[in-house]
């Protein structure tokens, strides 16, 4: 089992910058990608962002060019560092981790851009 917690989501204003952390537990070794999502309402989840555990990255239109996921081994965190944010970014955030025939999910993180 493997469990996520996500924090550092809130409120911003237009233009601003927020950095996302998701820390896992638990059965970490059998983690090979972490992914980032988000929600907003009365949408489909979207992928954001993803990083493997070699390094390699790959971001959907919806992170790209403002978004970096990134990660820290020695603390089983891996971050999304958002910025120039827009009305749009206006969503629930989830970190998925991806093991061997199983994916777990984190519970979110509210971030909301907006004046």
């Known amino acids: 089992q493997v469990q996520l917690v996500e924090s550092g989501g809130g409120l911003v204003q237009p233009g601003g910058s927020l950095t996302l952390s998701c820390e896992a537990s638990g059965d970490i070794f059998t983690i090979y990608a972490v992914a980032w999502y988000r929600q907003a309402p009365g949408k489909r989840r979207e992928l954001v962002a993803s990083?493997?555990?070699?390094?390699?990255?790959v971001y959907t239109d919806s992170g790209k060019g403002r978004f970096t996921i990134s990660r820290d081994s020695a603390k089983n965190t891996v971050y999304l560092q958002m910025n120039s944010l827009k009305p749009e970014d206006t969503a629930v955030y989830y970190c998925k981790a991806r093991a061997v025939s199983i994916d777990y999910w984190g519970q979110g993180t509210q971030v909301t851009v907006s004046n």
């Open positions: 990083i493997t555990n070699d390094g390699s990255t």
